[in-house]
């Protein structure tokens, strides 16, 4: 009995193996996740990559002197979760603001061919963020892909010329790594994250 | 040999779907990945195997059916090293498996298979019609709940489909009736 029932035991312990294995443990179905979990548990390198903001100006990605920077990445035509996650990152940063945090708020541009400066210039204005502690950027063309490959980011062509992407913050912590993503409402979990290391 | 060109024509359609699969769900989910079980089972059409082996190739069978049924994995099917996964694994570890354990499950197991293929269908139609995130990064909403709807329909499709046999009796072996009662002696 015991004999003919091991091949099956086996079977099914491997399967559920299998399965514990890929889903994290039970813990993540989805890709988005799978790659929330994945950058807590190995922080990310971020690389030395300039943007361009919406004066023109270069701004580095990397947090300067003991900074964090929180990332979302947006294209400024965006008609819905851009801009519901635009205001919440304003709450963020007026929070931030008055705790008198070091942090940096970039709205990243996956379009940056049609988000110009002047263009992000007036997402900014429509958002209040204003340059100083938050600024809509864009990357250059090649380092695009790269980006959206280190924070997972997919965008995809929707049926009215826009995009659909994963839309989250990403935090960059001081040491320069991609460390963690949160929803983009989720304004007090940002808010303890990037406070937690400073006094 | 006709069943072996039959999986060689499943899966070369399969593999020219590949552009079709990127665009949208359904084809990638309900077209696609059936077409290449449907070459394992085709494939192994002949063969048989000992009862012994009948369970535990069920459940490598189920295993690998979970497997790429969770959304994750739906994504990771569009990157080159998911997508050889694919290729090889839902023939090889699905289809073939299935077919291979298929002669040897009684009607009760059948039955419960049947049955919770159709809840489990029933069940991802209602989430990817009403979940209210994307659950695969790699599609827009508006195709996810095409997905939900489609998953649906084939859920009613399977249910009619299944239940012909057991309301009416089947179309081989004749009415119901006549069979139950040849079959217990009456």
């Keep these: 009995m015991l004999v003919r029932a091991l091949p ?20 993540a179905f989805t890709s988005e996740a799978a790659r929330r979990l994945d950058v807590v548990r190995a922080p990310r390198a971020v690389p030395a990559v300039q943007l361009e903001d919406m004066a023109g100006r270069q701004v580095p990605l990397l947090p300067q002197a003991g900074e964090v920077v929180l990332v979302e990445f947006i294209y400024t035509v965006c008609g ?97 790594r991609f460390s963690a993503v949160y929803d983009t409402d989720a304004v007090e979990a940002v808010l303890a994250y990037a406070g937690g290391g400073q006094p | 040999m006709r069943m072996i ?11 020219a779907l590949r552009e079709a699969a990127v665009a949208s769900p359904v084809q990638h989910v309900l077209v696609q990945m059936p077409l290449l079980v449907l070459a394992g089972f085709m494939a192994a059409w002949d063969l048989k195997i000992p009862r012994g082996w009948a369970v535990p190739l069920l459940l490598a069978a189920l295993t690998v059916f979970l497997f790429w049924m969770l959304p994750r994995n739906v994504d990771w099917a569009l990157s ?32 419960f298979l049947k049955a919770n293929a159709l809840s489990m ?47 009416f009796g089947h179309p081989r072996r004749g009415p119901l009736g006549a069979a139950g009662c040849s079959r217990c002696g009456a």
């Design chain 1, 80 to 176: 819905d979760i851009c801009q519901i996650a635009a205001a919440d990152f304003a709450e963020i940063r007026d929070r931030l603001q008055a705790r008198g945090l070091r942090v940096r708020l970039l709205s990243v541009s996956f379009d940056p061919v049609r988000d110009t400066p002047e263009q992000m210039a007036i997402y900014g204005d429509a958002h209040d963020a204003d340059g100083a502690m938050w600024t809509v950027a864009r990357p250059l063309q090649q380092d695009l892909p790269d980006l959206l490959e280190l924070f997972d980011v997919t965008v995809i062509p929707d049926e009215w010329g826009g995009y659909q992407h994963n839309a989250a913050i990403h935090v960059i912590t001081s040491d320069g």
């Design chain 2, 80 to 111: 080159p090293a998911g997508e050889t996964a694919k290729y090889i694994t839902l023939p090889l570890l699905l289809g073939l498996p299935l077919r291979l354990s298929w002669p040897w499950l009684g009607p009760i197991l059948r039955g």
């Design chain 1, 8 to 27: 099956s035991v086996l079977a099914a312990v491997i399967g559920g193996g299998v399965l514990w294995q890929a889903t994290d443990g039970a813990q």
């Design chain 2, 121 to 167: 269908l029933g069940v991802l139609g209602f989430l990817y019609t009403h979940a209210p995130v994307r659950i695969c990064n790699s599609y827009l909403v508006s195709a996810q709940h095409d997905l939900g709807f489609a998953f649906l329909y084939l859920a009613a499709a399977l249910a009619c489909l299944w239940a012909i046999p057991v309301l």
């Design chain 2, 5 to 15: 060109c039959l999986a060689l024509l499943a899966f070369a359609e399969a593999v």
